[in-house]
Protein backbone atom coordinates (compact mmCIF):
# COMPACT_ATOMS: atom_id res chain seq x y z
CA UNK A 1 0.00 0.00 0.00
CA UNK A 2 0.90 3.68 -0.56
CA UNK A 3 -0.10 5.84 2.36
CA UNK A 4 -0.49 9.23 1.78
CA UNK A 5 0.03 11.91 4.17
CA UNK A 6 -1.99 15.60 3.96
CA UNK A 7 -0.66 18.64 5.91
CA UNK A 8 -2.27 20.55 7.74
CA UNK A 9 -5.15 18.20 8.24
CA UNK A 10 -7.71 21.90 8.72
CA UNK A 11 -6.92 25.39 7.91
CA UNK A 12 -8.38 28.45 8.46
CA UNK A 13 -7.67 31.87 6.19
CA UNK A 14 -9.15 34.61 5.04
CA UNK A 15 -10.59 35.55 1.60
CA UNK A 16 -7.42 36.37 -0.56
CA UNK A 17 -4.63 34.36 1.47
CA UNK A 18 -2.69 32.15 -0.11
CA UNK A 19 -2.93 28.75 1.27
CA UNK A 20 -1.13 25.58 0.68
CA UNK A 21 -1.42 21.85 1.21
CA UNK A 22 0.87 19.22 0.88
CA UNK A 23 0.50 15.99 0.11
CA UNK A 24 3.62 13.31 0.80
CA UNK A 25 3.27 9.47 -0.57
CA UNK A 26 4.93 6.91 1.49
CA UNK A 27 6.83 5.59 -2.34
CA UNK A 28 7.36 7.59 -5.68
CA UNK A 29 4.23 7.59 -7.49
CA UNK A 30 5.84 9.68 -9.99
CA UNK A 31 3.23 12.16 -11.29
CA UNK A 32 -0.36 9.93 -10.71
CA UNK A 33 -1.52 12.07 -8.04
CA UNK A 34 -4.95 14.25 -8.33
CA UNK A 35 -6.87 16.65 -5.99
CA UNK A 36 -10.50 16.71 -5.67
CA UNK A 37 -12.71 18.90 -3.46
CA UNK A 38 -15.56 17.86 -1.24
CA UNK A 39 -17.94 20.04 0.07
CA UNK A 40 -20.26 18.76 2.87
CA UNK A 41 -22.85 16.43 1.94
CA UNK A 42 -21.58 16.22 -1.97
CA UNK A 43 -19.52 14.06 -4.18
CA UNK A 44 -15.91 14.95 -4.46
CA UNK A 45 -15.26 16.86 -7.65
CA UNK A 46 -11.79 16.53 -9.55
CA UNK A 47 -9.88 19.44 -9.47
CA UNK A 48 -6.25 18.30 -10.86
CA UNK A 49 -4.88 15.39 -12.50
CA UNK A 50 -1.34 14.54 -13.60
CA UNK A 51 -0.34 15.90 -10.42
CA UNK A 52 -0.11 19.47 -12.23
CA UNK A 53 -3.01 19.81 -14.43
CA UNK A 54 -6.10 21.78 -14.09
CA UNK A 55 -9.39 20.32 -14.72
CA UNK A 56 -11.46 21.92 -17.30
CA UNK A 57 -14.17 24.48 -15.85
CA UNK A 58 -11.63 24.79 -12.48
CA UNK A 59 -10.40 28.35 -11.95
CA UNK A 60 -6.93 29.38 -12.49
CA UNK A 61 -6.68 30.22 -8.59
CA UNK A 62 -5.55 26.44 -8.14
CA UNK A 63 -2.77 25.13 -9.18
CA UNK A 64 -0.51 22.29 -8.15
CA UNK A 65 3.08 20.78 -8.55
CA UNK A 66 5.27 18.11 -7.61
CA UNK A 67 6.20 14.50 -8.36
CA UNK A 68 7.49 11.70 -6.71
CA UNK A 69 6.84 11.91 -2.78
CA UNK A 70 5.84 15.66 -2.62
CA UNK A 71 3.10 17.35 -3.94
CA UNK A 72 1.35 20.90 -3.23
CA UNK A 73 -2.33 22.49 -4.09
CA UNK A 74 -2.28 25.93 -4.10
CA UNK A 75 -5.08 28.35 -4.18
CA UNK A 76 -3.65 31.75 -4.80
CA UNK A 77 -6.44 33.62 -3.40
CA UNK A 78 -8.63 32.23 -1.22
CA UNK A 79 -12.12 32.73 -2.25
CA UNK A 80 -15.42 32.37 -0.24
CA UNK A 81 -16.33 29.63 -2.45
CA UNK A 82 -13.07 27.61 -1.51
CA UNK A 83 -14.62 25.83 1.97
CA UNK A 84 -14.79 22.29 2.12
CA UNK A 85 -12.24 19.35 2.14
CA UNK A 86 -9.42 18.53 -0.37
CA UNK A 87 -8.59 15.31 -0.87
CA UNK A 88 -4.93 14.15 -2.61
CA UNK A 89 -5.31 10.54 -4.62
CA UNK A 90 -2.58 8.21 -5.64
CA UNK A 91 -3.29 6.64 -9.02
CA UNK A 92 0.00 5.13 -9.23
CA UNK A 93 -0.39 1.39 -8.27
CA UNK A 94 -3.42 -0.49 -6.50
CA UNK A 95 -4.90 -0.17 -3.78
CA UNK A 96 -5.44 2.91 -4.96
CA UNK A 97 -5.23 6.02 -1.54
CA UNK A 98 -6.88 8.92 -0.74
CA UNK A 99 -4.97 11.29 1.56
CA UNK A 100 -6.74 11.87 5.13
CA UNK A 101 -8.36 14.94 3.63
CA UNK A 102 -7.85 19.10 4.39
CA UNK A 103 -10.24 20.88 5.81
CA UNK A 104 -10.70 24.86 4.57
CA UNK A 105 -12.34 27.29 6.71
CA UNK A 106 -13.28 30.83 5.31
CA UNK A 107 -12.28 33.08 8.11
CA UNK B 1 -24.95 15.73 -19.67
CA UNK B 2 -22.71 13.13 -18.64
CA UNK B 3 -24.17 11.91 -15.50
CA UNK B 4 -23.49 8.77 -13.24
CA UNK B 5 -26.09 8.22 -10.70
CA UNK B 6 -25.65 5.68 -7.99
CA UNK B 7 -28.85 3.50 -6.27
CA UNK B 8 -29.81 0.25 -4.02
CA UNK B 9 -28.32 1.88 -0.77
CA UNK B 10 -30.50 1.17 2.16
CA UNK B 11 -30.90 -0.30 5.91
CA UNK B 12 -29.49 -4.15 6.38
CA UNK B 13 -28.42 -6.61 8.92
CA UNK B 14 -24.90 -7.93 9.12
CA UNK B 15 -24.43 -10.85 7.58
CA UNK B 16 -27.02 -9.78 4.35
CA UNK B 17 -26.06 -8.54 0.81
CA UNK B 18 -27.10 -5.57 -1.31
CA UNK B 19 -26.82 -4.89 -5.09
CA UNK B 20 -25.86 -1.47 -5.81
CA UNK B 21 -26.09 0.30 -9.14
CA UNK B 22 -24.56 3.11 -11.26
CA UNK B 23 -26.40 4.14 -14.12
CA UNK B 24 -24.70 6.00 -16.57
CA UNK B 25 -25.77 8.67 -19.55
CA UNK B 26 -24.26 11.46 -21.65
CA UNK B 27 -20.65 9.28 -22.89
CA UNK B 28 -19.34 6.20 -24.23
CA UNK B 29 -19.55 4.10 -21.26
CA UNK B 30 -17.38 1.29 -22.97
CA UNK B 31 -14.49 3.49 -22.79
CA UNK B 32 -14.84 3.81 -19.41
CA UNK B 33 -13.11 1.93 -16.53
CA UNK B 34 -15.35 2.74 -13.20
CA UNK B 35 -15.07 2.68 -9.21
CA UNK B 36 -16.49 2.46 -5.91
CA UNK B 37 -15.39 4.83 -3.55
CA UNK B 38 -16.81 5.09 -0.15
CA UNK B 39 -17.29 7.31 3.26
CA UNK B 40 -18.07 6.85 6.02
CA UNK B 41 -19.69 9.88 8.03
CA UNK B 42 -17.46 12.69 9.14
CA UNK B 43 -14.44 10.78 7.69
CA UNK B 44 -12.19 10.38 4.58
CA UNK B 45 -12.64 8.70 1.38
CA UNK B 46 -11.99 4.55 0.82
CA UNK B 47 -11.21 3.21 -2.41
CA UNK B 48 -13.36 -0.12 -2.79
CA UNK B 49 -13.08 -1.73 -6.23
CA UNK B 50 -12.58 -0.59 -9.78
CA UNK B 51 -13.49 -2.34 -12.74
CA UNK B 52 -11.35 -1.79 -16.32
CA UNK B 53 -13.57 -0.63 -19.58
CA UNK B 54 -12.84 -4.17 -20.84
CA UNK B 55 -14.43 -6.01 -17.51
CA UNK B 56 -11.15 -7.79 -17.15
CA UNK B 57 -9.42 -6.42 -13.98
CA UNK B 58 -11.22 -5.89 -11.29
CA UNK B 59 -8.81 -5.02 -8.35
CA UNK B 60 -10.23 -4.40 -4.47
CA UNK B 61 -9.68 -3.28 -1.50
CA UNK B 62 -8.44 -5.93 1.29
CA UNK B 63 -11.18 -5.11 2.87
CA UNK B 64 -13.99 -6.23 0.96
CA UNK B 65 -11.66 -8.53 -1.29
CA UNK B 66 -13.91 -11.66 -1.24
CA UNK B 67 -17.04 -10.22 -0.09
CA UNK B 68 -17.94 -7.20 -2.88
CA UNK B 69 -18.14 -8.30 -6.48
CA UNK B 70 -17.90 -5.28 -9.40
CA UNK B 71 -19.56 -6.25 -12.47
CA UNK B 72 -20.35 -3.71 -15.78
CA UNK B 73 -23.24 -4.67 -18.07
CA UNK B 74 -22.13 -2.32 -21.09
CA UNK B 75 -25.47 -3.56 -22.90
CA UNK B 76 -27.19 -0.74 -20.16
CA UNK B 77 -24.56 1.74 -19.64
CA UNK B 78 -24.76 0.70 -15.73
CA UNK B 79 -22.17 -0.46 -13.13
CA UNK B 80 -23.10 -2.59 -10.07
CA UNK B 81 -21.56 -3.64 -6.87
CA UNK B 82 -22.54 -6.56 -5.23
CA UNK B 83 -21.86 -6.75 -1.36
CA UNK B 84 -22.17 -9.98 1.03
CA UNK B 85 -21.16 -10.75 4.24
CA UNK B 86 -21.84 -7.51 5.62
CA UNK B 87 -20.24 -6.20 8.45
CA UNK B 88 -21.00 -2.77 10.65
CA UNK B 89 -17.60 -1.07 9.00
CA UNK B 90 -19.28 -1.36 5.63
CA UNK B 91 -21.46 1.73 6.48
CA UNK B 92 -20.59 4.58 4.48
CA UNK B 93 -22.29 6.37 1.47
CA UNK B 94 -20.78 4.35 -1.77
CA UNK B 95 -19.74 6.45 -4.66
CA UNK B 96 -19.53 5.60 -8.11
CA UNK B 97 -16.98 7.46 -10.17
CA UNK B 98 -15.74 7.40 -13.93
CA UNK B 99 -11.96 7.01 -14.57
CA UNK B 100 -10.32 6.66 -17.73
CA UNK B 101 -9.73 3.20 -19.58
CA UNK B 102 -8.47 2.26 -16.79
CA UNK B 103 -8.57 3.98 -13.05
CA UNK B 104 -4.80 3.10 -12.56
CA UNK B 105 -2.88 6.25 -13.76
CA UNK B 106 -6.48 7.82 -14.67
CA UNK B 107 -8.26 10.49 -12.24
CA UNK B 108 -11.97 10.14 -11.09
CA UNK B 109 -13.18 12.89 -13.43
CA UNK B 110 -17.04 12.39 -13.00
CA UNK B 111 -19.10 10.96 -9.63
CA UNK B 112 -22.37 10.35 -8.83
CA UNK B 113 -24.00 11.44 -5.58
CA UNK B 114 -23.91 8.71 -3.47
CA UNK B 115 -25.94 5.60 -2.05
CA UNK B 116 -25.99 5.13 1.52
CA UNK B 117 -25.44 2.02 3.19
CA UNK B 118 -26.36 1.48 6.57
CA UNK B 119 -25.82 -1.82 8.44
CA UNK B 120 -26.80 -2.36 11.63
CA UNK B 121 -28.80 -4.45 13.75
Known amino acids: DIPLTQSPSFLSASVGDRVTITCRAS??????LAWYQQKPGKAPKALIYGSSTLESGVPSRFSASGSGTEFTLTISSLQPEDFGTYYCQQLNDYPLTFGGGTKVEIK | EVQVLESGGGLVQPGDSLRLTCATS????????FAWVRQVAGKGLEWVASISNSGITTPYADSVRGRFTIARDDSKNTLHLQMSSLTLDDTAVYFC??????????????WGQGTLVTVSS
Open chain 2, 97 to 110: ARCGPTCQHNRFDV
Open chain 1, 27 to 32: QGIGNS
Open chain 2, 26 to 33: GFTFTNHA
